[in-house]
């Protein structure tokens, strides 16, 4: 006889975090549900966390350790099997670990530790044990050359919120639930499930903004599933909104009563000054949205009893990143809507990475890179250089790399290029769950569980929430006998290392790293907790479901980490900037431009594996406006070939004039038609992957990758 059982469980695909109804028949995942009587998702679930069972039951899904296997000669490139068809055998956890420990201590020893990379991709953010050991696991390291996601993501958010704030992560979040006026720029909750802003059932939230009378309007090159629920959506040229919101920031000092920031706000004067020559013409000529519209938005916005503007990936993945997030920061802030209820405001979670310390305040340009001179934000490199930081010789190179959770095969710029600079390295090892169009380059894989296997309790995004909620969930089932946590394959690799490397660290230094490293993510959880003094991890235990801590509330001037308490608007960096924006918006942008896309059912590169999401439906077409495809001689559904400065790809196009006039869109996180991979659903809906086209070359001030308004050339086949 089966046994069914019904358990409390969390969603981690998404900045979401839903709360889950989990159906298990003995071992296995038959049903995920919504949780009702979680206070923060109240119910709210999408496909993807229905498929978490199929994820969990996926056959591809690795389990145990595997290894390149070796052939003739010693070092990697001398196998003589190239990565397309290399063999992969299963090897014990031991032998495994012993054996990466070895390689990546040895090249320390030999080369320094910049010689080891680490790229640390999207899902790290979502793992508890990445947060209590991967960080110090990685930090152990000490090399410079680490990457993450991040430099392809938010860095300028965290660049801008470290200057204005004191601090990287004190991100200013949209009080959605009581805002009468929702300015969202290039970000698209209704499929993304928000991002930045962690607002499970976005789509409820929404509905009461309009039943309150308050407006949602959207600025996006694409009329996008929020766009198409908004009051207004505005077309904008890709990569020109600095303009636009730099109008905007100019008209607030045209307006009578309009600029009204708190004691505590400073630099307001010179932020007149440096906007004073971004006219609303000059942004119209520029963005193609009318000069009228910007005037007009921006009283609604003056006018709105609170209101909340939001830039989220479209802004920060585009040449101006920090120059947007840095206008908004001003809008919300000089019109008094920071910090304020329906306008911005920042969390205060149960535990508070900000106050404690768990992650770091931020710094920029301590160091930089090698090959180009690119300044760290945050002690990372922008991975964009990354390829260039393997390929070229010299001290410093990086010979060997960690790569945790991430595939940045397919999801920085260019690419191709990386996989080859992958394939030069004297050993490389992923710490991931499938043999990808990353990971097939490695050495050896070390796949840790995954959610339904572990506890969760999520540090950083109940600190990003629309609403202030704590929530601990046990593991869902039993790991099995020979699976590792992720943080104990993060301990194990860490203590390794350590032992094996010719300059030890001190005696007291071991021992505090060994007791460090020991400590299980649940028993610090339970500390952290006690420490942040607002619920316990007993209580959380008994309310598996979540407990409420209450809406955002003011809490400013106490909360900034700036030295003295105070808001600088006037930053040099960014002020800078502006040049930059003068000089390269002085025309408008000519041909076509590229920007991505997200699709409810997909999870940036890595769940096309689960046919429950895909349903073997192709959903990477290029979209067209049509009259770019008569003047292109593009035909709907013909196959054309796109080409940038770096690259090309060849795929079907779709006319649609969802997309903006000289505007293309292609999603990304395709590309999985690769040899050695081992993801047999993802294999059926192969696409291209939009990074064969992105450029390396193009970043913001804050190294971000400008992967949206890429120059490109379309034509028939
Ligand atoms: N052109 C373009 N490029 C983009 C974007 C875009 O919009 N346009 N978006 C960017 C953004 S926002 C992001 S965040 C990045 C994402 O960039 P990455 O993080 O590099 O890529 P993902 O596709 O998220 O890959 C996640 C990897 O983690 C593995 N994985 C999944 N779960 C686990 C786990 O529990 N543990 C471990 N160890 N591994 C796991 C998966 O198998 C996969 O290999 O892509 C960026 N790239
Ligand atoms: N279903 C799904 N959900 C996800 C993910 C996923 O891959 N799939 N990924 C998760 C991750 S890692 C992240 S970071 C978040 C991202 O969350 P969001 O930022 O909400 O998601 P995107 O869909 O990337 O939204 C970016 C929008 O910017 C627009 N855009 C592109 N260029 C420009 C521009 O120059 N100006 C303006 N104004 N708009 C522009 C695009 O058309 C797009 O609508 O989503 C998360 N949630
Ligand atoms: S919205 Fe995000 S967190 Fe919620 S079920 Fe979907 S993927 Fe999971
Ligand atoms: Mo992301």
Excluded at 211 to 219: F, P, Q
Excluded at 579 to 587: D, M, N, Q, Y
Excluded at 591 to 600: K, S, T, V
Aim: with cysteine; charged share 25%; glycine share 10%.
């Amino acid at each position: 006889m089966t046994n069914r059982t019904e358990k409390i469980g969390v969603c981690n695909l998404c900045e979401a975090i839903c709360g889950l109804r989990i159906t298990l028949e003995d071992d296995r995942v038959v049903e995920v549900r919504g949780n009702p009587d979680d206070p923060l998702s109240r119910g709210h679930i999408c496909p993807k966390g229905v498929s978490l069972g199929d994820l969990h039951h996926d056959p591809d899904r690795l389990r145990r350790p595997v290894r390149r296997v070796p052939s003739t000669g010693s070092g990697r490139r001398s196998t003589g099997s190239t990565t397309d068809e290399a063999e992969w055998e299963e090897i014990g956890w031991d032998e495994a670990l012993d054996l990466v420990a070895d390689r990546l201590a040895s090249t320390i020893d030999r080369h320094g530790p910049d010689a080891v990379g680490v790229y640390l991709g999207n899902p790290n953010a979502h793992s508890l044990g990445f947060a209590t050991h991967g960080v110090a696991m990685v930090k152990s390291l000490r090399t410079r050359n680490r990457f993450s996601a991040s430099s392809v993501d938010q860095v300028p958010h965290q660049l801008v919120a470290h200057l204005l704030y004191g601090h990287q992560l004190l991100l200013p979040i949209p009080d959605i639930d009581r805002t009468s006026f929702f300015l969202v720029l290039g970000a698209n909750p209704m499929a993304s499930n928000g991002s930045l802003m962690t607002v499970p059932d976005f789509p409820q939230r929404l509905r009461d903004l309009k039943a309150r009378g308050g407006r949602m309007v959207v600025v996006d090159p694409r009329r996008t599933e929020t766009a198409k629920v908004a009051d207004e959506h505005v077309f904008v040229r890709p990569g020109t909104d600095a303009v636009v919101l730099l109008a905007m920031v100019r008209e607030l000092f045209e307006l009578e009563g309009a600029v009204r920031p708190a004691a505590y706000v400073d630099g307001v004067d010179a932020v007149r000054t440096a906007v004073l020559d971004f006219t609303p013409e000059w942004a119209e000529r520029i963005s193609g949205v009318p000069a009228e519209t910007i005037r007009r938005l921006t009283r609604e916005y003056v006018a709105a009893d609170g209101a909340a503007a939001y830039g989220r990936l479209g802004l920060s993945t585009q040449g101006f990143g920090s120059v947007c997030q840095w206008a908004i920061g001003c809008l919300n802030a000089l019109t008094g809507n920071l910090d304020r209820e329906g306008g911005v405001l920042f969390t205060e979670p149960a535990i508070d990475f900000v106050t404690t310390g768990l992650i770091g305040r931020g710094h920029h340009d301590l160091y930089r890179s090698r090959v180009r001179d690119a300044p760290e934000v945050g002690g990372e490199l922008p991975v964009a250089v990354l390829s260039e930081e393997i390929e070229t010789p010299g001290d410093g190179q990086v010979r060997a790399m960690l790569t945790i959770a991430g595939n940045p095969v397919l999801s920085t710029p260019d690419g191709r290029r990386l996989a080859a600079a992958l394939d030069s390295l004297d050993f490389m090892v992923a710490v991931d769950i499938y043999l990808n169009e990353t990971t097939r380059h490695a050495d050896v894989v070390l796949p840790p569980t995954t959610i339904l296997e572990r506890d969760h309790y999520d540090i950083v995004f109940h600190g990003l929430a629309v609403r202030n909620t704590a929530r601990f969930t046990p593991a869902v089932v039993d790991k099995p006998r020979d699976a590792r946590h992720d943080w104990e394959i993060f301990r194990d690799l860490a203590l390794r290392i350590a032992g094996r490397l010719e300059r030890q660290p001190s005696l007291k230094q071991r021992v505090q790293q060994r007791l460090r490293l020991t400590i299980s993510p649940t028993f610090a959880i339970g500390t952290l907790l006690r420490r942040g003094g607002r619920t316990t991890i007993t209580e959380l235990r008994k309310r598996p479901e979540g407990v409420d801590l209450g809406p955002l509330r003011p809490t400013l001037p106490d909360r900034l980490r700036t030295g003295d308490r105070r808001i600088d608007l006037a930053q040099p960096l960014l002020l800078t900037d502006l040049e930059r924006v003068r000089r390269e918006l002085a025309e408008p942008p000519e041909g076509l431009l590229l920007i991505g896309r997200r699709h409810q059912r997909d999870n940036n590169s890595w769940l096309h594996n689960l046919d429950r999401l895909t349903r073997g439906r192709q959903r990477h077409q290029l979209l067209m406006h049509p009259d770019d495809g008569a003047s292109c001689g593009v035909a709907d559904g013909v196959r054309v070939r796109v080409v940038s400065r770096v690259g090309s790809v060849e795929v079907e196009a779709r006319l649609s004039d969802e997309v903006m006039r000289g505007v293309v869109s292609l999603p990304h996180g395709y590309g999985h038609q690769v040899p050695g991979t081992r993801m047999a659903g993802a294999a059926r809906v192969p696409g291209v992957s939009v990074n064969d086209l992105t450029d390396p070359e193009r970043l913001d001030v804050s190294g971000n990758a400008a992967l949206n308004g890429v120059p490109v050339t379309v034509t028939p086949l």
